[in-house]
Structure formats: C-alpha cells, structure tokens
C-alpha cells in the first residue's frame, strides 16, 4: 500500500535536526522564516478592508469570543477565532507566498495559527518560529510532488491545495504550540484531514480566501480537540482508504516521501511580485518586459505559451470583476502591456472597465503546452502595423532560483502597508517581523496592530 506518511511527531525531529545543523544554516532557516512573516503581514494589512475580509471579520465580532488573540487592526478574540479572520485576510489579494511543488499558500494558514496561539498563550518568539516550520514543512511535504505529486494532482480534479492541507499545517503549528504528546498529534492530524475540502470553483470569489482562514480555524480546533480528549482516525493521510483514496480516486498521483529533517521545503518558498494567482506571473512578467514598446500601438493578436496548469487555475477568458481577474491569465497579460504594475491597486472596478484593456483581453490566445515549466512563458504580440514582439520567461521572479531580495519585499511591503498604517508605523512594523526571533518582537508587533 502506497502511504503518504508516517505518523508525525511534530517537534522533536526539528529540535533534533536544527542542533544537528550548523549556525550557517539555522541563520539561513531564521532569516526564510522572518522573510515569510513580512510577506504575510504586509499581504493580510493590505488587504484588512477588502471585500473578502469584511463579512468574515463582521461575523466574528459578532461571535463576541473571549481571547488574548488579535484581529489584524481589530479585537482580541479566541485563537481560531483571530486565526480565521487573519487567514482570510492574508489570503484576500492572492499576494501570499506560494509553495512552488503544489501544496498551496502556507504562510496564510500557519502563520495565522503560530501568531493567535501564541499571543494567546504569552508564548516565546522562538517556539513560535519552530511552531510555523513545522506546520510549513508538513503542509509542503503532504502536498507537493511538483505537476504529478499530490497538490497539482488534486487542482486537476477540482481541489485547493491550501484548503486540503492548509488544515494539516496548522494542525501541526498548534500541536507544537500546546505541546501536545504523540498520541495527541496523531488524533489532531486525523481531526484536520475529515474536515478538509475546498473547491477550485470557487477561485475568483470571496470563497477562496476563505479557504486558507478556515484551515488555520480548523487546524487550531483540531489540536484543541485532540488535547481535550477527542480520538480520530489515525489512517487518513494514506492513498488507500484515506483522504487521496477520496480525491484522487484513480490513484494517479505520485505521492512524495515525508522526508522531514533530510529535505527543507522552506528552501523553496516562492514569493509573488504580482498580485494574482501564481500560474499567470510567469506569462505576465513577459508581458511587463513589453510594455514600453507597445505602448498604446494597436494590438491585433497576442499568443502566449503556459503551462496547462494555468488553464485549471487561471483559465477565466471573461472575467468580469476584480477578483476574476486575478484568475484570468488574458486579463492579467493584457493588464501588463498596456503599462499596469499588475499590483493590487490595479484590480479594482475601475480597471474592469477599461474599454482598451477590455479589448487586449479579447485578443488573447493560450496555448498550453505540456511539459513546459511552470515557471514559463513565451509570448509572441503582433501588431496592427506589422510588427511582431516577443518575450520569454525562464524563471519567473519570486521562485526560489530567481528570488526577491530584502528590498523587493520591503517595497511591496510599504505599498501594501502604507496606505493602511501609515509610514512611520509601516517601517516600525516590518522591522518587528524582520527581527521577529528577538524578545518582545511579539508584543512590538501586536501593539502595531491594535487599533487606536
């Protein structure tokens, strides 16, 4: 029998690896982790009064739960509460960080779950940065595999990744963070996985943020639960009778080793320059190199080679509002040559209805080709005047062999925080998550963060 893993025991082969580990590394591993706490902060604070986030945020304020976890720019409030709220609102833009192998977007859930737990509990920076790598590792390892493993195998059917294992993350954040013994790890694991879903159909509504508060939310519950008492099913990780068994019902899939402590998936952390779904960055990024020699020429045709993964998740051909456009492939191109940033200030209704971008949208062509990198793009546009321009993308920018640098995420930090938080809170608060492993980085954070 083909089994995803074997039961985890989830603190103490990281403890035992990182005092394997020389300093070089464990400041290597610090420094991935303070870089995934900036994105996720500045991603959720932009995004604190987006459509997606309200009605989340309005109906837990309206559960008046006792707690010492906050609500981005709100109320304290229970864990799983806060965790809710702040996943959704880290995950509203499409702007978070991106597992490249296919498990999803794992700072939003885990780190919705390792900041509410422990400002809840007065816990330690560092167990709190030992708490997210666990749950980023084994969301990454259950979920990756790259295009034949376990996460783009279950986009192909119609499954979110985030949402599937998003759960088990945050499970094993909060696992780590209650101290739970092995016994308890295992049912919380089990309570994760029969609650696990979330639908590919829903991408371009408020549905998909969602799904990454609700893993923190129910991955929180899950170790709560299982500290309480509550047995699960232990089993349900495997390809047979467990959850792939459900999913991927043929079994095609190439399920990958739970190789924890040999094999570092935060290694590969991928950031977004763009903010809309990753399938459409590599395509976009040629359409920015472009721009300026577009400029407003006529465009009659653009041809763009993708990968077939960006047909299941950024396939929308007519997207009508703002967040259809960030899963619309065309769109974003289009956003591209004609000079937009393809930031978050740029999906708004006013760019909806843009007659000459409206136009661009309508002239584009997807080819999908299969075993092209998914981290590639070749784009050939013609024009009304006989030329024909063309650009490729090898290695899309923010992927883990062509990273963003400290200033590419301090830029799109201050643009998204700015506008929020204003300039002097803005750079207070990215240097609180840049050095978040320091004592009191959680109280100087949170205290950026409560409303005056």
């Known amino acids: 029998m083909l089994t995803l893993h074997k039961p985890i025991v989830a603190s103490s082969w990281l403890v035992l690896y990182l005092e394997r580990s020389s300093a070089k590394f464990r400041r290597q591993l610090s420094m991935l982790l303070r870089r995934a706490l900036v994105d996720f902060l500045g991603v959720a604070i932009g995004a604190s009064g ?61 780190w919705s779950t390792a900041l509410a737990l422990g400002e809840h509990h007065g816990l330690d920076e560092k167990d709190m940065l030992a708490a997210f790598i666990t749950g980023y590792e084994v969301m990454a390892k259950l979920g990756g595999g790259g295009v034949p493993g376990v996460g783009r195998s279950l986009q192909r059917r119609g499954w979110h990744p985030t949402s599937v294992f998003g759960r088990a993350g945050a499970s094993a954040v909060a696992s780590v963070l209650l101290r739970l013994n092995d016994t308890q790890i295992r049912y919380a694991l089990g309570i994760a ?5 979330g639908l590919v159909g829903s991408f371009g509504t408020h549905g998909k943020p969602f799904h990454a508060g609700k893993a923190a939310m129910d991955g929180i519950m899950a170790a709560q639960l299982a500290a309480a008492g509550f047995v699960s099913a232990t089993h349900l990780y495997e390809l047979e009778k467990g959850l792939l068994d459900v999913f991927i019902q043929d079994h095609d899939v190439d399920v990958p080793p739970l190789d924890l402590g040999e094999r570092w998936e935060i ?19 040629a359409a920015r190199s472009l721009a300026s020699q577009v400029g407003r020429r006529e465009i009659v045709r653009v041809h763009a080679r993708v990968h077939p993964n960006a047909l299941v998740t950024a396939g929308k051909l007519n997207p009508r509002t703002p967040l259809e456009g960030k899963f619309s492939e065309p769109f974003c191109i289009a956003l ?6 393809v930031v978050a200030s740029d999906f708004v209704d006013a760019t909806m209805s843009d007659t000459a971008l409206k136009k661009v949208v309508s002239l584009v062509q997807l080819e999908a080709v299969t075993g092209q990198a998914p981290h590639s793009a070749y784009l050939v546009v013609y024009l009304a ?21 400290w200033e590419d995420l301090r830029e799109k930090f201050e643009g998204l925080v700015d506008p929020v938080l204003g300039g002097k809170k803005t750079a207070e608060l990215f240097d609180s998550a840049r050095t978040f492993a ?15």
């Open 385 to 405: 005047d006989g030329e024909q321009l063309q650009a490729d993308t090898d290695i899309v920018r923010g992927h883990p062999d062509n990273p963003l640098s």
């Open 50 to 110: 987006d459509a997606p986030v309200r009605p989340v945020r309005s109906m837990a304020q309206s559960w008046n739960a006792a707690g010492n976890a906050r609500i981005f720019l709100g109320r304290q409030t229970a864990p799983a509460v806060a965790a809710l709220v702040n996943g959704t609102m880290a995950h509203a833009m499409d702007y978070d960080d991106t597992h490249p192998m296919g498990a999803g977007h794992p700072s939003a859930p885990c």
């Open 267 to 285: 290694l590969t952390n991928g950031f977004k320059l763009f903010a809309s779904c990753r399938a459409t960055h590599a395509s976009t990024q």
């Open 438 to 452: 320091s004592a009191g980085s959680l109280k100087q954070l949170v205290g950026l963060l409560t409303p005056q």
């Open 336 to 341: 591209a040559l004609r000079g937009y940033r």
């Open 193 to 197: 996985a029969t609650t696990a879903g």
